[in-house]
């Protein structure tokens, strides 16, 4: 690799790099803010929040990398235009399927990147985010019961506690149990534990009363007790047993899954959707590459505009992603839609290489131009007679 090659790749490669940190870093604050409840409703610390948060991180990478690629190599190739470095190497020599060399090198960094995100990297942080949201949800009788606090577990069950002692020890306990519509349960108990064993998860009382209003009784019945077992399971048991969904799953156990699999002989369409998105990951960033690259790569003086081949860059690689989610979706339910989103990403790489090897300088047609410029011709003078006007 020449010394033009390697500022040309370093180059791409940092420009990648800093939007692909600053895309993922916005997008991950919006997703991150919708689980703020996480420290809010069940206690957690910023450590935990921040931990779980950002296990969706190489999901999200794997989706941008191949747009903060292209927006990299725009920016390069308008870098090297605007000092007029691109005619400077046509002018040595350089053909553009030439400099599109470093731009390669590049885009294969990066779809190896992707390939080891797609394959491992992103399941296995969604999987580790399902069984560490199961564990905060299992644990969510110790974290959640603070102290001042009326916490609602279920639709008509809130308890409150005074305050909560080093050992686990919880003081002043306030339970309302409404579930059953027949009758409203009140217990009131100076202190207690939460105890968990082979039976389920419980809360235990001691030193209280338990008042029970019945329907249909005008008087409610009080029950002093010195210890008492508040049943609290269907909170707690929520964490042991994780399913995997199709998203969790690494690439091999999509290749081969097992077929007694429950999710496999219930959705094998979307495994087969799944897999194919997977294979065709690590081609999107040569794709976007060779589309950027023939609609910009091409030298120009800096007297011509560069609007339209941008635009056209632009719309090419959006129209090429939303078709392949098209494609992805109706694989579900056609194998032959997995097939034609393999043609439309390799014919994108085949004419973008074509246009790259021909030196074809992608131009709108001349009565285009016309017609722009006419349009902004006219929005000038209309502009220029109001603020005259004004």
């Known amino acids: ?118 394959a491992y990297l992103a399941p296995d942080g969604l999987r580790r985010l399902k069984q560490w949201d199961a564990e905060i949800t299992a644990d969510v009788l110790a974290n959640i019961l603070q102290p001042g606090r009326f916490a609602q577990l279920d639709q008509n069950l809130t308890i409150r506690i005074r305050e909560r002692q080093p050992g686990g020890l919880l003081v002043g306990i306030f339970i309302d149990d409404r579930r059953d519509p027949n009758e409203r349960v009140s217990i009131v108990a100076d202190h207690g534990t939460v105890v968990k064993n082979g039976d389920g998860s419980f809360l235990v009382l001691e030193e209280g009363n338990l008042e029970r209003f019945e329907v249909g009784k005008r008087d409610p019945a009080l029950v002093a007790f010195d210890r008492y ?44 959707a799944e897999l194919h998105d997977r294979f065709m990951a690590p081609i999107y960033p040569f794709a976007f590459a060779a589309l950027t690259f023939a609609f910009l790569g091409a030298p120009r003086t800096t007297r011509q505009s560069r609007n339209f081949s941008i635009g056209a860059s632009i719309f090419a690689v959006f129209g090429l992603r939303m078709a392949g989610f098209a494609c992805s979706v109706m694989t579900v339910t056609s194998p032959l839609a997995a097939l034609v989103q393999y043609l439309l990403l390799l014919a994108a790489v085949a004419i973008g290489l074509w246009t790259i090897i021909g030196g074809i300088v992608l131009e709108p047609p001349p009565a285009l131009l016309e017609a722009i410029n006419r349009s902004n011709a006219r929005l000038a003078r209309l502009f220029g007679r109001r603020t005259a006007t004004a």
Not at 23 to 43: C, H, K, N, P
Not at 50 to 68: C, N, Q, R
Not at 235 to 260: C, K, M
Request: glycine share 6%; net charge neutral.
């Open 229 to 272: 077992a508040f049943d609290m399971s269907k909170f707690s048991n929520q964490g042991h047993d994780v399913t995997l969904g199709i998203r969790e799953r690494y690439l091999w156990e999509l290749l081969a899954p097992a077929e007694d699999d429950p999710i496999y002989k219930q959705i094998p369409g979307q495994f087969r």
């Open 1 to 118: 690799m020449g010394s033009i090659d390697k500022y040309i790749f370093r180059t791409t490669l940092a420009s990648f790099a800093l939007v692909l940190v600053s895309l993922t870093g916005v997008i991950w604050i919006t997703q991150a803010l919708r689980g703020i409840d996480l420290m809010t409703s069940q206690g957690q610390t910023i450590l935990t929040f921040l931990g779980v948060t950002s296990l969706v991180i190489p999901a999200l990478v794997l989706i941008i990398s191949p747009i903060a690629l292209m927006i990299a190599i725009s920016h390069t190739l308008n870098k090297l235009a605007t000092d007029s470095e691109i005619i400077v190497m046509n002018a040595a020599g350089f053909s553009p399927f030439r400099l599109f060399r470093p731009f390669f090198y590049a885009t294969c960094v990066v779809a190896l990147l992707v390939a080891f995100i797609s």
